[in-house]
């Protein structure tokens, strides 16, 4: 008894040995930026003698340039070459890119193994970026942002004495099953079936005739209120909402369902958890995006549907906002999020939050969803109940940047208030 | 046995937890009248639009509502909007904050103790008082805004729409309760008149580069941190401009190191502070007023530092110190606030190599650069800063 006991801790203590062992003999390997091919996917813009490329690693790729999982640690590096063809300093502003970027001597505080601190801190340090680019002279390095999976959006802003530039840059990083990235839209409808509009007044009653809420799968219970319409190109709505800070969600998997769990927990910060379906037109909604506010628990969500119809030659979508408040138990889903009842509240958010993205043109509300009262609320698919003036509103997105004043509101109907 | 005692427990407190909604506390709070909100209550008129705001301190806050919204990190503003115009206004709560809670929400989470009732009073009462975002031609509304939380002064936008014009205004109000460094800071008799000498034009640079390089212990020995950055203005438009590029104001009590760091025999006048949003890096600069003026304008002494955390609860020092000063420089580029740039030397060139070498070793490493900054009180196109040819940076380290 007592020789197996002494056996067992004998086999514990070889067992921590090699365990730490393993750790110390793995060192610091980062690779060079030669043999990691992710600048394949590099995306180039050029503009009044200023050159910018642009690549972002995936969570293998950063680990192999690096060393160490940066991806684990939230940090997404992003690698930048400027050029300068002009004749005076033109000066990068990593800021732009992200406002809370990492530094290098804080990424390479992640390696944990002291015996490589010197090599580590050299190597973040030498694959830094350089805010002067002298005229004639073309410079890279890495900017160690906060990560974000899916499409990488960001800004590359450069000044001189004379001028200034601006490039947005949407990257996308595989590694994430994004949800409308499975949505097929060409195959949605058959060409027949998808109704042109230019009259504003049939327009306004097609809209107003679409149905007044999301359902549950077999179409027999009602949900969350239809209280948006987007117009635009699909392009520029993507664009737009990714400009405005909203993340793309993943489609459920085991994994994904697993990180959800450890941040319901923790009330950590994991940004793209799937989202549950929603049913319009009898399919689950085509695009879900939330935006994170401090926690898992707060944060809006927002889905969308192409409707079967165009408005002056430009698709028609429609969807549902709602803002988390809090996690409550309920008994269809044993856990979901408590919405904040007062719907027209949030949908007010999400116009501003585009207009002040500068991505709004016009705005306009339609009747459709019923009004319901404070006192005689309606619920949704989970219990939750909200309250409304029973307007949708309808919102055209720009593909160019407006700003604020230049935003024309539509009178088709006027909201309460 | 135990199974019954399991049973038995289990059931108490199924009973227990049924029980607290009903006989959770009731919703309480003082019926104080906003009169003494709105007499301190700034105002600002643009044509049309009239908006009065203020910031209400925690004890306030609790009075008010009742609860303690602090405690949530959440800030009630109180705004009075009033529309002499012909149609109708639109106020944006997103212009204020980007993150703004909802009344609903608020009142969600500050749900726990009450009952049923209380729950419902209390929502009640955050509706009623919340700013509403509609104003009528000829109508003035008042109510809060409930928004994320900081200390000391409070920087914010309250956006308005009419039908023809837009109208933005821009405030900075102290939050009750908190007292900054600089706020105990008192320039006045800090420099007899005539030790003051003033520089006129590009003569200020061999003032500048005549200023120590780098701050102390209190003994006035150890040699601290580098000046690594110069400010030109007075004390007042340097602040409005440090509020709206996101710096905060803080006091040596919370700052990331305790000891305070010395110049010209003093400790420093003020500091502000700036963290992530994820919270493991921050950033501080402490300034100095010098004993010199440009153009009759105040020079204040900059020292700019950084600090990681990465969730240890002692933030380390960022060796790289021209980064936190290339990060305090875009911080006020991109809040606006940044008129005109110029190159100067004055801190010491300290090679990075210096790190790792045991005999020469420093606890940080810099170019020698000090840049100079004109700030502006008033946003300022990022297109218009002036960067001035005076370029007197050491070379570049490599």
Redesign the interface.
């Known amino acids: 008894m007592i020789s197996q006991r002494i056996t067992s801790i004998i086999a514990c203590a070889v067992l921590l040995f090699t365990v730490a062992l393993a750790g110390c003999a793995g060192g610091f390997e980062p690779q060079s930026i030669e043999s990691v091919p992710f600048r394949e996917r590099s995306v180039t813009k050029v503009k009044d003698g200023v050159r910018v490329t642009s690549a972002v690693p995936d969570k293998k790729e950063a680990r192999d340039l690096f060393g160490v999982p940066l991806y684990q640690?939230?940090v997404q590096p992003v690698w930048i070459e400027v050029e300068n063809r002009t004749d005076e300093s033109v000066w990068f502003?990593?800021?732009?890119v992200d406002?809370?970027y990492?530094?290098?001597?804080?990424i390479a505080?992640?390696n944990r193994k002291s015996s490589a601190r010197?090599r580590a801190?050299?190597h973040f340090?030498s694959n830094g970026v350089q805010?002067?680019v002298k005229p004639g002279e073309i410079r890279s390095g890495f900017v160690f942002t906060?990560l974000d999976e899916g499409t990488k959006a960001f800004n590359v802003?450069l000044?001189?004495?004379e001028?200034?530039w601006q490039f947005t840059f949407f990257i996308n990083v595989p590694g994430l099953a994004i949800d409308h990235h499975k949505v097929d839209f060409t195959a949605l409808y058959p060409d027949e079936d998808i109704v042109s509009y230019s009259d504003p007044a049939a327009f306004v009653q097609a809209l107003q005739d679409l149905p007044c809420c999301t359902t549950d799968a077999k179409g027999e219970s009602q949900g969350d209120p239809l209280n948006l319409v987007l117009i635009g190109d699909p392009i520029d709505i993507y664009y737009a909402v990714i400009r405005a800070n909203w993340d793309e969600t993943e489609v459920v998997t085991a994994a994904s369902g697993l990180k959800t769990a450890m941040s319901f927990i923790t009330g950590g910060?994991y940004r793209y958890s799937p989202v549950s379906s929603l049913y319009v037109f009898g399919r689950r909604q085509d695009i879900a995006l939330q935006r994170i506010?401090?926690n898992i628990h707060?944060r809006n969500h927002f889905r969308l549907w192409l409707a079967p119809m165009t408005f002056m030659g430009e698709s028609v979508w429609i969807g549902q906002i709602s803002?988390d408040?809090?996690v409550r138990f309920a008994k269809k889903t044993i856990t979901t999020h408590?919405i904040?009842?007062?719907v027209d509240?949030?949908r007010?958010?999400l116009l501003?939050?585009l207009?002040?993205s500068q991505v709004l043109s016009k705005f306009a509300y339609v009747g459709g969803v019923g009004p319901a009262s404070r006192e005689e609320p309606r619920s949704n698919l989970t219990g939750d109940p909200y309250y409304t003036d029973g307007l949708r509103v309808v919102l055209w997105i720009s593909a160019e940047l407006k700003d604020?004043?230049e935003i024309q509101?539509v009178q088709w109907s006027d909201?309460e208030? | 046995m135990n199974v019954f005692r399991h049973l038995t427990l289990s059931i108490l407190l199924g009973c227990t937890l049924a029980l607290c909604g009903c006989i959770g506390s009731a919703y309480v709070f003082e019926q104080t009248d906003v009169s003494e909100i709105r007499d301190r209550a700034e105002s600002r008129v643009d044509t049309n639009i009239r908006v009065s705001a203020a910031v209400l301190g925690r004890q306030e806050s609790q009075g008010l509502f009742g609860v303690d919204l602090y405690a949530q990190?959440i800030q009630p503003v109180w705004l009075e909007i009033e529309n002499t115009g012909s149609t109708p206004a639109r106020y944006?709560?997103?212009?204020t904050d980007?993150?703004y809670f909802?009344?609903?929400?608020v009142a969600?989470?500050n749900r726990s103790g009450l009952s049923d009732e209380g729950r419902s009073e209390l929502e009640r009462r955050l509706?009623a008082t919340a700013m509403?975002?509609?104003i009528d031609p000829g109508e003035t509304r008042s109510g809060f805004v409930f928004t994320h939380a900081v200390k000391g002064a409070k920087g914010f936008n309250v956006?308005v729409?009419g039908?023809t014009?837009?109208h933005s205004f821009t405030f900075l109000l102290r939050v009750p309760g908190f007292v900054p460094d600089y706020a105990n800071f008192d320039a006045v008799g800090l420099y007899p008149e005539k030790a003051l000498v003033d520089y006129q034009g590009d003569k200020v640079i061999a003032g500048l580069q005549d200023m120590p390089c780098c701050s102390t212990d209190k003994a006035g020995k150890d040699s601290g941190n580098p000046i690594n950055l110069v400010v030109i203005g007075s004390g007042r438009d340097t602040l409005k401009a440090l509020l709206r590029s996101g710096w905060l104001e803080t006091s040596s009590a919370e700052a990331a190191e305790a000891e305070a760091h010395y110049l010209f025999g003093r400790s420093q006048d003020a500091i502000f502070r700036y963290e992530?949003?994820?919270g493991?890096?921050i950033y501080e600069i402490r300034f100095w007023l010098a004993p010199l003026t440009s153009d009759q304008e105040e020079v204040w002494l900059g020292e700019a530092r950084?600090f990681?955390a990465?969730r240890s609860a002692f933030p380390?020092f960022?060796?790289?110190v021209d980064?936190a000063r290339?990060?305090t420089i875009?911080?006020f580029?991109?809040g606006q606030a940044l008129r005109s740039l110029a190159w100067l030397s004055g801190t010491k060139i300290v090679p990075?190599e210096s790190?790792?070498d045991r005999l020469l070793y420093t606890p940080y490493f810099s170019d020698g650069s000090r840049p100079v900054l004109w700030l502006s009180a008033e946003p300022y196109s990022?297109?218009e800063?002036?960067?001035k040819?005076w370029d007197k940076r050491p070379g570049?380290v490599e």
């Open positions: 640690k939230r502003l990593p800021f732009g406002h809370d990492h530094t290098p001597l804080e505080a992640l010197e801190e050299k340090l805010l002067e906060n802003d000044f001189s004495d001028n200034s910060e506010r401090s707060e803002r408040i809090g408590k904040d009842p007062d509240e949030t007010e958010f501003e939050n207009a002040y604020l004043q509101y909201p208030g | 990190g944006a709560p997103v212009s980007s993150y909802s009344p609903l929400e969600y989470k509706e509403p975002r509609y956006d729409f039908s014009a837009s992530s949003v994820g493991e890096s950084h990681y990465w380390r960022d060796p790289d980064n290339d990060f875009q911080k580029i991109y990075a790190l790792w990022v297109s800063i002036e960067i040819d570049a």
